[in-house]
């Protein structure tokens, strides 16, 4: 099966910012709704935002809205997940999958069993 691949994490102090990519060599990116979720050691995998390809919706999960922002760059076969104002919260390792059958972000994109292909993930760690 064909994987995500994820980069651009990183160590970054409060109150920073980071961009990671999402990218992959077998994947047009742009044909599927790509969501972005982050996961702690010991705790469950947690949805942070998901972008339906072309003009379908983008949705935030609660703790990241306003400081977060999913975009697409369809010429680079990238999805980018721009963080602004990063707390220790924040600290994870951020994965990207796609939904295997919509290019749009479903109601429950959240429960995230629509999603596959993920990557190994990029770790981002925030602290002083």
């Known amino acids: 099966q064909v994987q995500l691949v994820e980069s651009g994490g990183g160590l970054v102090q409060p109150g920073g910012s980071l961009r990671l990519s999402c990218t992959s060599s077998?994947?047009?990116?742009?044909?599927?709704?790509i969501a972005w979720f982050r996961q702690v050691p010991g705790k469950a995998r947690e949805p942070v935002a998901c972008?339906?390809?072309?003009?379908?919706?983008?949705y935030y999960s609660d703790p990241v809205k306003g400081r977060f922002t999913i975009l697409r760059d369809n010429r680079n076969n990238t999805v980018s997940l721009q963080m602004n104002t990063l707390a220790s919260e924040d600290t994870a390792v951020y994965y990207c999958?796609?939904?295997?059958?919509?290019?749009?972000?479903?109601?429950?994109?959240?429960?995230?069993?629509?999603?596959?292909?993920w990557g190994q993930g990029t770790q981002v760690t925030v602290s002083s």
């Open positions: 972008s339906s390809s072309y003009e379908g919706g983008i």
């Open positions: 077998g994947l047009q990116l742009e044909q599927y709704a």
């Open positions: 999958g796609r939904d295997f059958s919509r290019r749009f972000c479903v109601y429950n994109w959240h429960i995230g069993n629509m999603f596959d292909s």
